[in-house]
């Protein structure tokens, strides 16, 4: 039985993704060679680097903006070090929403001044601070705009002369965002994107080049453009694996179609959530994430029996992450809505029988 | 038809490798998930990282010896910088025989004082330099075991006191050395270990912690072996291929019983390179690399002939490097004796029909 699959990332990605990707392990486009043996200088790979780099910037409508999109290595959590490598000449404003938000702050610090301008850790971050202001005088300004931990999401976005950068990696291509806000987003692939081992960086080309330090090679964004993403051997699967799921939802009717399947997952089981007695939302309701759904059951003497029904029902990584207990429901693009419903029954059955 | 790979990576691996992964990308271990969407915290997954590490250091012969093995992204590259973060705090001594350790020694530059003991550079690096000695004052010695490029590589190892860093990208798990001469050994994956995407690295624990600065947390090698080398999300796929990879190695008998292959493979084509009069090895016989074997047409009005002839034998990746010209046949771990008598089978046959 195929599961439904709610796992916070690593994550579900469309069943026909993992078909084309199966197949090119063995044999990739009728080469006789396995995507995982070919050159990543070879015509063929190139051509799948730059499908993938020119998707990424036509689904977020950043085409022709003087935006470069990236296909690095390392996860978000290099980026915190690297977008500090790269901007950061004298002071950076960051805004406080989260684990990953924190781990931004503290790596950015070795680089140089940080000011926080709002946190939400006095409630375990349960809701996305709105009252600050971002200064004038930084460098930069740094959000988290989904909080994959916590289950909250930015939803406004303050006017600002400031280069924005952001860390979309939970809700990048799932919802519709002037994009053309953010002068730098990386994202991991592993949620919205792809298989874990790359990471999407789109940057606003203009924003480089004005700090004064030496950049290594490898954290230099830069470089990279140069070498149109391959300065050296990029992560050949899982960019192809990347763009085959870009294709997919190019193929749907892009970021417009695939937020309106979010709305209708999220609704379903926030309603739940509201509506059943059993469990109550741990997120602060206007800040509610549409890809993860953060929740506990009222009753704990009751988790033993809704973790059994959880299990006969074949979901799959509903366990909350263990700095807010309880349970999460990630609903990437991929996690159809039928999987959403099986879940949504399952806590209904347990309120039946109770 | 299955062509014969020589590419000089990503290259061929074993095909019961691609197998697996390619089924593993459509049902992990009957879990009913792909391992493109199953969680890096999942017990399945850890477990898969814990036999990939554990099995490195077994083949190497560096169980229980005070060393820890890292799954982590960005390639050799990465370690460039990395490696300097760690470990440079005043001086480091550098060997120069390739474009790959000129690299290194380029990034290491930007944390410290580097001293090249020798380069080949001189004569376009045919040969490995023998006439230097390892400074007793450096924080360590750097050196790059085999030159994919250029086709050479380092047989004789200098005795020193201080720590020995080596990139062994391109010829790890394919001969029997001392492993333990070394205190920090890299490797990108895709020569011998695996598909693009992962990084190999092991490391002697007593030589970190040495340095004054702040490393930033993603180029901490204690970070990450602090966290059994999933600090953050890990490349899932190409640890898990890395890892069928090294199970395959082991049960051929491991280092000892492939370099015997490897030995064989590289007789076979050195023969015809040295007994064919329209070819001409480039790198310095003594030097020759059993990984990479480079050399070039004494005719160059037969290059279109020849390209022809490999073409029709379904040879795959033979072309030199730009900075080499000529051809480079590399002949990693997976790839069979067959594909070597099939290149020789070639090159005859040109100089029979010429």
Request: with cysteine; glycine share 6%.
């Amino acid at each position: 039985m195929k599961k439904h699959n709610f796992s916070a990332g690593p994550c579900i990605l469309p069943q026909e993704v993992f078909l084309k990707a199966s197949e090119a392990v063995m044999d990739f486009n009728n080469s006789g060679l396995s995507i995982l043996e070919i050159s990543h200088r070879s015509p063929a790979f190139v051509e799948v680097m730059e499908e993938a780099r020119s998707l990424a910037l036509e689904l977020l409508g950043l085409e022709g903006k003087g935006y470069q999109a990236l296909f690095l290595q390392g996860g978000a959590s290099l980026q915190f070090i690297m977008s500090a490598y790269n901007l950061l000449e004298k002071k950076a404003a960051y805004l406080d929403t989260g684990s990953w938000s924190a781990k931004a702050i503290k790596e950015a610090k070795l680089l140089g001044e940080v000011e926080v301008v709002a946190s939400s850790k006095d409630k375990n971050y349960n809701y996305i601070p709105k009252d600050y202001e971002i200064p004038a005088d930084v460098d930069y300004f740094h959000m988290t705009t989904n909080n994959t931990i916590f289950g909250t999401s930015i939803k406004d976005f303050k006017k600002t002369d400031v280069p924005v950068v952001c860390d979309m990696s939970s809700d990048i291509f799932s919802r519709q965002i002037d994009f053309t806000y953010f002068d730098l987003i990386y994202a991991g692939a592993q949620k919205n994107m792809g298989p874990a081992g790359t990471t999407l960086v789109v940057v606003k080309e203009d924003i480089l080049g004005k700090v004064s330090r030496d950049i290594p090679s490898m954290l230099d964004y830069k470089v990279h453009i140069g070498k149109d993403s391959s300065f050296n051997t990029p992560p050949v699967f899982a960019v192809y694996a990347s763009m085959l799921n870009l294709r997919w939802l190019k193929a749907k009717g892009g970021i417009q179609a695939i937020e309106k399947e979010n709305e209708k997952k999220a609704k379903l089981i926030y309603s739940e959530i509201d509506i059943n007695p059993l469990f109550k939302g741990f997120a602060h309701k206007p800040d509610r994430s549409n890809m993860n759904a953060t929740f506990n059951l009222t009753d704990d003497s009751l988790k033993e029996r809704f973790d059994a029904l959880c299990k006969d029902a074949g979901l799959n990584g509903i366990n909350g992450h263990r700095s807010v207990g309880g349970y999460r429901a990630s609903m990437y693009n991929a996690l159809p809505k039928k999987s959403v419903s099986a879940l949504v029954e399952v806590m209904d059955e347990l309120e039946r029988k109770a």
